[in-house]
């Protein structure tokens, strides 16, 4: 079992920044990717960004390569997602999950059905 726990969301103004938490506990040591996920209201969920448990080797969509950057504390567990020069297209509920198996196909860290287990979600609203 993974336990995820987003944090960070919130309301802020086109061009600014947020950063996102994502905190892992229990089995982390099996974790894969561990990815972050959006969905705005009336859209399927989509792959946001992604980083490789054992070397922390980011991936990202491109609709936020640039401006999203993902790091690690590996001490806490923990995975943050710096968001900057934030778009009103940025909406939407975020969330953390968690990949246990091997990934290896190219792109495959972008596909949703692939995740174990998921956070609760944390409200990103951007304002024009």
């Known amino acids: 079992q993974v336990q995820l726990v987003e944090s960070g969301g919130g309301l802020v103004q086109a061009g600014g920044s947020l950063r996102l938490s994502c905190a892992a506990s229990g089995r982390t040591f099996r974790i894969y990717f561990a990815s972050w996920f959006r969905q705005a209201p009336g859209k399927e969920r989509e792959f946001v960004a992604a980083i490789r448990w054992s070397d922390g080797s980011p991936y990202y969509a491109d609709a936020v390569k640039g401006r999203f950057t993902l790091s690690r504390d590996n001490a806490k567990n923990t995975v943050y997602l710096q968001m900057n020069n934030l778009k009103p297209e940025d909406t939407a509920v975020y969330y953390c999950?968690?990949?246990?198996?091997?990934?290896?196909?190219?792109?495959?860290?972008?596909?949703?059905?692939?995740?174990?287990?998921w956070g609760q979600g944390t409200q990103v609203t951007v304002s024009s």
């Open positions: 999950a968690a990949d246990l198996d091997y990934c290896l196909g190219s792109g495959c860290y972008s596909q949703k059905l692939r995740y174990d287990y």
